[in-house]
Nanobody, 126 residues
């Protein structure tokens, strides 16, 4: 069964950090670009960032640049999203998604992504 599973979410105070994981099963991530997305309560899903399959090039949306970082460990079939300097507005359900790619590119929009995880909740509150 092909699936992506997110983990690592939780409750954290403003200014804190979390590391989310996105682990693939049923396929290897080597030739897949991975995107991270989030959905806040009452709002639509928005992109956070992405990482390419070749050379692990990353892209981020402006609201998280310099605070969030994405990395991948193909040996563990896992992609990570490091969240630092968290703000209350970062609260939401965080998803990872994949699409087959053998390039330096990735997308900070949902359209190209074909396989989605179920999400992990991040709550930033004092």
């Amino acid at each position: 069964q092909v699936q992506l599973v997110e983990s690592g979410g939780g409750l954290v105070q403003p200014g804190g950090s979390l590391r989310l994981s996105c682990t693939a099963s049923g396929f290897t991530l080597d030739y897949y670009a991975i995107g991270w997305f989030r959905q806040a309560p009452g709002k639509g899903r928005e992109a956070v960032g992405c990482i390419s399959s070749v050379e692990s090039r990353t892209r981020y949306v402006d609201s998280v640049k310099d605070r969030f970082s994405i990395s991948r460990d193909n040996a563990k079939n896992t992609v990570y999203l490091q969240l630092n300097s968290l703000k209350t507005e970062d609260t939401g359900l965080y998803y990872c998604a994949s699409f087959s790619s053998r390039s330096w590119g990735c997308y900070v929009e949902s359209g190209p992504y074909t396989n989605w995880g179920q999400g992990t909740q991040v709550t930033v509150s004092s």
